[in-house]
């Protein structure tokens, strides 16, 4: 199961798509959001990805309780205004579209609402994200499959039956093509609630590409999700954790994705394929291999004893196997202690 977004083929016979998330860590700067854009393509990262809403797109500006965010990384903020410190500008997306173009880095979205939608397919996105919040948003699903494009959907905090009806949306609205990202929706996630193995779980029940949304702190469980044949894995991504942000504490740095970029290339290359084959890097061992070989001097006509030989290395002689075979043979040739057993020193 493969298809392609902007040339590049997705799947398990080819290299992990790496997603770089910029999400809200421009810091409300345009130029840092292009220089982070710089440092995902300088990392190794396949695409870098943008959040599209704005505060007005995802809730109203309101301070009733169901309103405020308790707990977290975010307590006490009012969720208009949070959502206002960390959105992208409508306005932005051209600049940052067309900059990660001209360097050579995909780059699409997640849209939040239709608004977001219209604007991407303006800007000609090559590929759609659906959050994981947003994953039971079924009318959205439907506009953002309507476009016809490949969709990566997380599937955080998502029943079995939630996660049917998204897909189900998306399939019937017009996706064809169709990533899952197994999501643990916790800023960061617990390393010991990652659960990666239920990555597997989403592709064989509903057949689809299996991905990682990672919110655990490093790469480890990236880089496992690779080796357990995850071929999307999505990681937010700032230039400096230090310089705080919205999405800060829980992204990566430069020198974190690059390590990521390079460890799941590694961990893929490392999957190979089911076979007996031997690989070719193994054949300069091959002669240090066991193999039997004669331990004295013998004159033709000597009948070989078991002491006469032994199975030792290197394996320029017979194979061990023979070992018992080669014993009570007589030699038509001498031999001097030292030299391989071959068949042609032997009667027949």
């Known amino acids: 199961m493969t298809f392609e977004i902007n040339g590049r083929k997705i799947g398990a016979d080819h290299p992990p798509y790496i997603i770089a998330e910029l999400s809200a860590n421009h810091n409300g700067s345009l130029e840092r959001a292009l220089e982070t854009i710089d440092a995902a393509k300088r990392c190794g990262a396949s695409a870098i990805k943008l959040q599209t809403y704005t505060a007005e797109t995802m809730t109203i500006d309101c301070d009733r309780p169901d309103f405020m965010v308790k707990g977290g990384l975010w307590d006490g ?22 900059h990660a173009r001209k360097i050579g880095i995909d780059v699409f979205s997640t849209p939040f609402d239709e608004s977001a939608v219209d604007l991407l397919e303006q800007l000609d996105t090559p590929v759609y994200k659906i959050a994981s919040f947003e994953n039971t948003d079924l009318p959205l699903i439907r506009y953002v499959a309507k476009t016809g494009k490949p969709m990566i959907m997380s599937t955080g905090m998502a029943t079995e039956a939630e996660i049917a009806e998204a897909v189900d949306a998306a399939r019937s609205a017009g996706c064809k093509d169709l990533v899952l990202l197994h999501c643990i929706s916790s800023y960061p996630a617990p390393m010991d609630q990652a659960n990666i193995r239920q990555m597997q779980e989403l592709a064989r029940r509903f057949g689809t590409i299996p991905g990682l949304s990672d919110h655990t702190i490093g790469t480890t469980a990236s ?20 310089d705080k942000g919205p999405d800060s504490e829980f992204s990566i740095e430069p020198a974190e994705l690059e390590r990521l970029c390079s460890e799941t290339h590694n961990a893929w290359l490392a999957l190979g394929n089911v076979g007996y084959e ?53 030699l038509k040739v001498s031999v001097a202690r030292g030299t391989a057993t071959s068949w042609d020193q032997f009667d027949e």
């Open 77 to 98: 903020f009012k969720l208009y205004d949070l959502y206002k410190w960390a959105q992208t500008p409508f306005e932005w997306h051209d600049a940052m579209f067309a």
């Open 223 to 242: 880089v496992a999700a690779v080796a357990l044949g995850a071929c999307v894995i999505e990681k937010h991504f700032t230039l400096s954790r230090t």
């Open 278 to 330: 031997r690989q070719s890097a193994e054949a300069g061992s091959k002669v240090f291999r066991r193999s039997v070989y004669f331990v004295r001097d013998l004159p033709a006509g000597a009948v070989v004893d078991a002491k006469d030989i032994r199975r030792i290395r290197p394996g320029m002689g017979l194979a061990p196997k023979h070992f018992d075979t080669l014993i009570g043979k007589r």
